[in-house]
């Protein structure tokens, strides 16, 4: 069986978003899954010094102008969280929680979450949104609502973020691809092309 | 006339190097011109907060990767300088100066310039190396040497600075068309769509 595509991502990560919307055709034309990995920027950040995007003079405006002129290029809708950045924790542990108890539905997870975040704007900080999402695929919300505060979920996210840095994830999306990482929407050809060519 | 294509860039910029490869094709394409502007990115990096990319922990390592990796997807020869990063203020004055001596020369200075850094790994700090290069194009070595050190010259340099600031640029290559701005060398895609189609 052909190795997963590893996409880590951050659920607040607008790039992340924009990426979600077009990793799963490309992984299906070459025979692949995606491995859905959330982890948090801000455990990240805190290692690579990076200040946070949208907060920053000049390049912050010039990321919102890129986040919304991408996802029209994309055909994806966008838009802007009235709260940005926001914290992606109960979100990003669901999806583990998923990944162990029902792993078809985590893809949707991710894309109905995101598309609530940055296709409609909306908080998916709480935990309540967040077992909102997940009770729409069928999933008790009482379940879910416990899950989150479930202290081996919540160890198993610490794992899981700290795997991610240890593999070199600094931002988001951050993709490997049989070993070989791709920072950024904007690397999504050359993950086609290394899909379809083994590198060049 | 239509309007000239603004390609900011800094001279110690992998990224600005690799787009410099291809920027006047592109215009070309559309007819247009590219107007060379060097600026210094230490000056943006003040304000934006930026930490030096190739020393930033990871996502360094990944950078130095990503620039090999572009490099040879564009089919252009890439070896990273032993310094890195370097002062670029004298290949910019020598641009700045040229511009107003003998403007048809810019581009193919830049393109020198550049390709001595990043395409052989030269060091190009020293006001002698631009020099030399300058001197290939048939201008007296001298005189450059004494335009690298003229305060009008420095002066025009440090203007020309604060503007591309003024205009947002924060990082190389940033390029702006009819009033759109566009950063990095993964951007020359959408900078050739909307060349062609006015927006999207």
Not at 29 to 39: G, Q
Not at 128 to 145: K, N, P, Y
Not at 155 to 166: F, G, Q, S
């Amino acid at each position: 069986m052909p190795a997963e595509i590893d996409f880590y991502f951050d659920f607040s990560s607008p790039y992340g978003y924009l990426a979600s919307a077009r990793i799963e055709d490309i992984a299906k034309r070459h025979n692949r899954t995606v491995h859905w990995r959330p982890f948090l920027l801000g455990v990240a950040f805190k290692i690579t010094g990076a200040p946070l995007l949208a907060e920053t003079p000049i390049k912050g405006d010039y990321a919102k102008r890129d986040f919304a002129r991408t996802a029209r290029l994309f055909g994806v809708p966008f838009k802007m969280p009235e709260q940005f950045p926001f914290a992606p924790i109960a979100a990003s542990r669901a999806v583990y929680w998923l990944a162990d108890r029902d792993p078809n539905l985590v893809g949707r997870f991710v894309k109905a979450a995101y598309h609530a975040a940055f296709g409609e704007g909306r908080n998916i900080t709480a935990a309540e949104s967040v077992a909102d999402i997940v009770a729409r695929l069928g999933i008790d919300r009482m379940e879910v609502m416990s899950a989150l505060v479930d202290p081996q979920v919540k160890d198993r996210l610490r794992v899981e973020v700290d795997d991610a840095i240890k593999k070199g994830a600094f931002g988001s999306p951050y993709i490997i691809v049989d070993g070989e990482p791709f920072w950024g929407c904007d690397r999504l050809e050359q993950v086609d092309r290394w899909l379809t060519s083994g590198g060049w």
